[in-house]
């Protein structure tokens, strides 16, 4: 796109909005302003203007403050009592420590703008302390913050962080094939838990598919936002537009999500009998710790490829019962290793030991193998418990248990 056609034509230049969708009420709770140019009869994006680094700060700066003021107009004409989320790009947004962007929000706040129906999208990977600063003070005048491309600020997320973000926003674009990298999807989860850490909500957008409204559900969105719900819009819409759509699908999640756990719990039950069983005769027998790791691992030939006993510490009390091309060896080198820092580890040896139950892992990358795989844990007793970890083929073969 020409820069100097927008700069000549600015009366072309328009605001649309996206609309967000929460996962609680199903129905539209803000907007995205995106910034458009009207161009032989159609609304084009003004995405590579903005990224052109060739385009002067000041024309960048011009036509975000026509969008923004054209956007405010709309909002306060359309008295739907809706959010704004608005895009600025953090450098300049830093030029003049906030000021000007500011200016611009107490203006319209004479005339019935509230500060906190704006979220502010930070759209650029480093933070510095300067736009740590503006943040901070955005913060108390009741301005929300939204973090955007949350999964490219890498060594900078800790400054984000400190600002006490309202929302993260994660997309999902590179989510477009169910057979997505494991890794990928663990990347996401642990946003899910960086997030449920601070105190922020997770706004999934890039939703194009309906199984990525489905991973955004099941990860702990609580906004959605994405061409499958609705394109960008030249004016707002009835807040209820996809209410029915979103509640038939999330009742459709629900039901698979119910029977996924149902497999996995069954699963669970199968190896703890199957389990009680085998110890009862090792007791009987009075067997070593060795003895019954074979015992375990021809019993459970076609699930697991690694089995070892560790206390109640977490030191391991054998050695790895390790399957390496189809066949079962002892890998000494593991005796009384430590795996206390593992997470939830104690918590879990602690839950067994109150239960006198086993537990089965969620889904995880092996640190060795790195296969995705679960683990089932089994107290043998206080102070010893059995780990057995289960194979990724196993796992495909089982319908559910992948999920």
Same mark, same amino acid.
């Given at each position: 796109?020409?820069?100097?056609?927008?700069?000549?034509?600015?009366?072309?230049?328009? =605001?649309?909005?996206? =609309?967000?969708?929460? +996962?609680?009420?199903?129905?539209?709770?803000?907007?995205?302003?995106?910034?458009?140019?009207?161009?032989?009869?159609?609304?084009? $994006?003004?995405?590579?203007?903005?990224?052109? +680094?060739?385009?002067?700060? !000041?024309?960048?700066?011009?036509?975000?403050?026509?969008?923004?003021?054209?956007?405010?107009?709309?909002?306060?004409?359309?008295?739907?009592?809706?959010?704004?989320?608005?895009?600025?790009?953090? %450098?300049?947004?830093?030029?003049?420590?906030?000021?000007?962007?500011? *200016?611009?929000?107490?203006?319209?706040?004479?005339?019935?703008?509230?500060? *906190?129906?704006?979220?502010?999208?930070? *759209?650029?990977?480093?933070?510095?302390?300067?736009?740590?600063?503006?943040?901070?003070? @955005?913060?108390?005048?009741?301005?929300?913050?939204?973090?955007?491309?949350?999964?490219?600020?890498?060594?900078?997320?800790?400054?984000?962080?400190?600002?006490?973000?309202?929302?993260?926003?994660?997309?999902?674009?590179?989510?477009?094939?169910?057979?997505?990298?494991?890794?990928?999807?663990?990347?996401?989860?642990?946003?899910?838990? #960086?997030?449920?850490?601070?105190? +922020?909500?997770?706004?999934? !957008?890039?939703?194009?598919?309906? @199984?990525?409204?489905?991973?955004?559900?099941?990860?702990?969105?609580? @906004?959605?936002?994405?061409?499958?719900?609705?394109?960008?819009?030249?004016?707002?819409?009835?807040?209820?537009?996809?209410?029915?759509? #979103? %509640? %038939?699908?999330?009742?459709?999640?629900?039901?698979?999500?119910?029977?996924?756990?149902?497999?996995?719990?069954?699963?669970?039950?199968?190896?703890?009998?199957?389990?009680?069983?085998?110890?009862?005769? @090792?007791?009987?027998?009075?067997?070593?710790?060795?003895?019954?790791?074979?015992?375990?691992?021809?019993?459970?030939?076609?699930?697991?490829?690694?089995?070892?006993?560790?206390? !109640?510490?977490?030191?391991?009390?054998?050695?790895?019962?390790?399957?390496?091309?189809?066949?079962?060896?002892?890998?000494?080198?593991?005796?009384?290793?430590?795996?206390?820092?593992?997470?939830?580890?104690?918590?879990?040896?602690?839950?067994?030991?109150?239960? %006198?139950?086993?537990?089965? $892992?969620?889904?995880?990358?092996?640190?060795?193998?790195?296969?995705?795989?679960?683990?089932?844990?089994?107290?043998?007793?206080?102070?010893?418990?059995?780990?057995?970890?289960?194979?990724? !083929?196993?796992?495909?073969?089982?319908?559910?248990?992948?999920?």
């Amino acid at each position: 796109m020409d820069a100097l056609e927008v700069m000549t034509h600015l009366e072309k230049v328009t =605001p649309f909005f996206q =609309p967000i969708f929460s +996962a609680d009420e199903h129905t539209i709770i803000g907007y995205e302003v995106l910034g458009r140019f009207w161009e032989d009869g159609e609304a084009k $994006s003004l995405g590579p203007f903005f990224h052109d +680094a060739e385009v002067p700060d !000041e024309f960048h700066l011009e036509v975000d403050d026509l969008i923004l003021r054209r956007a405010l107009d709309r909002l306060l004409q359309s008295q739907c009592g809706t959010s704004l989320f608005i895009n600025r790009d953090a %450098r300049l947004l830093t030029k003049d420590s906030g000021e000007h962007f500011l *200016s611009v929000l107490h203006e319209y706040e004479e005339k019935g703008l509230k500060l *906190s129906d704006i979220v502010l999208e930070v *759209s650029q990977s480093g933070c510095s302390d300067e736009l740590e600063r503006v943040l901070r003070y @955005y913060k108390t005048l009741g301005i929300r913050l939204a973090i955007d491309h949350i999964e490219e600020m890498s060594g900078h997320l800790h400054k984000f962080v400190n600002c006490s973000p309202d929302i993260l926003k994660v997309s999902l674009q590179t989510l477009r094939k169910n057979t997505v990298n494991q890794t990928y999807k663990d990347f996401l989860y642990s946003l899910s838990m #960086l997030a449920r850490k601070v105190g +922020a909500s997770l706004l999934f !957008e890039n939703i194009e598919m309906e @199984y990525q409204l489905q991973y955004a559900w099941k990860h702990g969105g609580r @906004y959605y936002q994405g061409f499958y719900l609705h394109e960008p819009a030249a004016q707002f819409l009835n807040t209820r537009i996809q209410k029915d759509k #979103l %509640r %038939r699908k999330c009742q459709e999640f629900i039901i698979h999500e119910k029977r996924s756990l149902e497999k996995v719990y069954r699963l669970a039950e199968s190896i703890q009998l199957e389990l009680q069983e085998i110890t009862a005769k @090792y007791a009987k027998k009075s067997l070593s710790r060795e003895q019954l790791l074979e015992a375990v691992a021809k019993h459970f030939e076609g699930m697991c490829f690694r089995v070892y006993i560790c206390d !109640e510490n977490g030191f391991e009390l054998t050695s790895n019962y390790f399957k390496q091309d189809g066949k079962w060896i002892f890998q000494p080198e593991y005796y009384d290793k430590n795996w206390s820092w593992r997470p939830y580890f104690l918590e879990n040896i602690l839950r067994m030991r109150k239960n %006198r139950m086993g537990l089965l $892992s969620d889904l995880y990358s092996d640190i060795e193998t790195a296969e995705t795989i679960r683990t089932f844990s089994y107290p043998l007793n206080d102070r010893e418990y059995l780990f057995i970890d289960i194979t990724y !083929e196993f796992l495909f073969e089982q319908d559910g248990l992948l999920y």
